[in-house]
């Protein structure tokens, strides 16, 4: 007898199966103290701590928008335009595409201005972003560790750059569930526009090894929102009922001898799919939006800009979606920084700004937190007439529920080079997302591969408390 037959004969294989998604299961601290907003599908069966928001939307600005040219006020650096760089800055430091070249000083390329009651220092390219200055905290001493593109969103993303770990979203989603039935409770929209667009990859909404209902599901900006949803041509939705029916008791019976979980992910999906029918059509259907709203975001509803797919996170918000994703591919400015910046930021700005005030006009910013950033910055140092990424300071802001507004965090050099006040490394960025979301980052965990995985991974991180209401 062979050895798989003998497995599947004895039901030693099943059992050892069953030992193993146990062990999966008691991997992650279900401890917890006081109530929480916990939906369907968590992991946890109360919060760590009370919460202070209920969801998340991350406005990702791919491409490593300049922090010298947004919100990192450096006017030293205008008087040193034009002069070499110190070498007692730069020698031995990590540099993409300037290895070897004569390195200057490139002054910001925009003004800035005090914005707001609190005077945050904002970039002139920003008119409308700046109206939201006292609800903001910018950080301005973020720091990563990867200089590429690719493997810097998957760091912002999962904390490392090995491929095919699971995303923050999917960490949020299998620690909390989702509170909606008929959407995902994690979803992406992209747009682009106003520099190179750098190429994103599913895999940074992916799940990982967590059990994939918890990955992120894209949703197109553009013509059929989810693909195959729709039924087919000549398929009435009681036909499609009876067929999403026969397929989950077909499913059912392999997996009550198999105890999978990818096969009670598969059930679940055929029936998100099956609700979605009518959800995704009621969602994207913008026939209930006041004109003066859909004017707010300076779009035309299904437009594919940013704006629209902004408008689009507010209602996925009001639906229980716990987790949103916006990209925004064009912000790599390697030539024409000048230029490249203003005609990015117009396409964002304003969608941006009438996000934030939109959910606050509907009492849902208190429960939201707004994290806008990039995966890295840009050199304080021209490439021609742009810059070049940059990994050791950079900016992010954050607004919402939770949320200090109103201030600046941590600052960089005066060449805005290293990050050297209050510096924020990306997982301190993620135990603090968690901590809003009030989970402790240090008791979420799964056990894969015999090691206990976190978002924050083994090295140190820390709740940026001092930015906390």
Request: aromatic share 6%; charged share 20%.
């Amino acid at each position: 007898m062979i050895r798989r037959t003998f497995l599947r004969r004895t039901g030693i294989g099943s059992i050892a199966l069953a030992s193993l998604l146990r062990a999966d299961q008691a991997g992650a601290d279900q401890t917890a103290a006081g109530p929480g907003n916990l939906g369907g599908g968590a992991l946890l069966s109360a919060n760590h701590h009370p919460p202070r928001v209920r969801r998340v939307i991350h406005l990702c600005m791919a491409g490593g928008p300049s922090h010298l040219e947004t919100f990192d006020y450096k006017p030293t650096l205008q008087k040193l335009d034009g002069k070499p760089m110190p070498k007692s800055v730069t020698e031995g430091q990590p540099i993409a595409q300037l290895q070897g070249r004569e390195l200057k000083v490139l002054g910001p390329q925009h003004q800035f201005k005090a914005s707001g009651e609190s005077g945050l220092m904002i970039s002139e390219v920003f008119p409308q972003i700046s109206g939201l200055a006292d609800q903001m905290c910018v950080i301005n001493s973020l720091h990563t560790e990867q200089i590429n593109h690719d493997p810097a969103h998957t760091f912002f993303n999962t904390g490392t750059a090995i491929s095919g770990r699971p995303s923050m979203g999917s960490w949020v989603l299998y620690g909390l569930g989702s509170e909606t039935e008929n959407l995902p409770g994690f979803i992406v929209l992209t747009s682009e526009g106003g520099g190179q667009s750098q190429p994103i990859s599913s895999r940074q909404w992916h799940s990982g090894f967590l059990p994939s209902r918890h990955q992120g599901v894209q949703m197109y900006s553009t013509g059929s929102p989810v693909h195959y949803v729709k039924n087919p041509n000549g398929v009435s939705d009681p036909l499609q009922r009876n067929v999403v029916d026969a397929v989950s008791k077909i499913n059912s019976l392999r997996d009550g001898s198999l105890q999978d979980p990818e096969i009670a992910t598969r059930l679940a999906a055929y029936e998100m799919a099956f609700r979605m029918q009518s959800s995704i059509p009621e969602l994207t259907d913008m026939s209930d939006e006041p004109q003066h709203v859909i004017d707010a975001y300076g779009c035309t509803p299904g437009d594919g800009s940013f704006g629209s797919n902004c408008l689009q996170a507010r209602r996925l918000a009001e639906r229980g979606v716990r987790f949103i994703q916006l990209y925004h591919r064009g912000w790599d400015h390697h030539g024409g920084v000048k230029n490249g910046v203003a005609t990015t930021a117009k396409l964002v700005d304003q969608g941006t700004a009438a996000l934030v005030k939109d959910l606050q006009q509907r009492g849902m910013l208190e429960e939201t937190l707004i994290v806008w950033g990039g995966e890295f910055g840009r050199t304080p140092m021209a490439q021609g007439s742009g810059r070049d990424h940059h990994i050791k300071g950079f900016s992010m802001w954050m607004a919402g529920g939770g949320i200090k507004g109103g201030m600046n965090y941590g600052q960089t050099d005066e060449f805005g080079y290293n990050a050297v006040e209050d510096k924020v490394h990306v997982r301190d960025f993620h135990a603090t997302m968690l901590h809003l979301l009030g989970i402790d980052h240090m008791r979420l965990s799964y056990k894969f591969q015999g090691l206990d995985f976190r978002l924050t991974g083994v090295e140190p991180a820390k709740v940026i408390k001092p930015i906390l209401a």
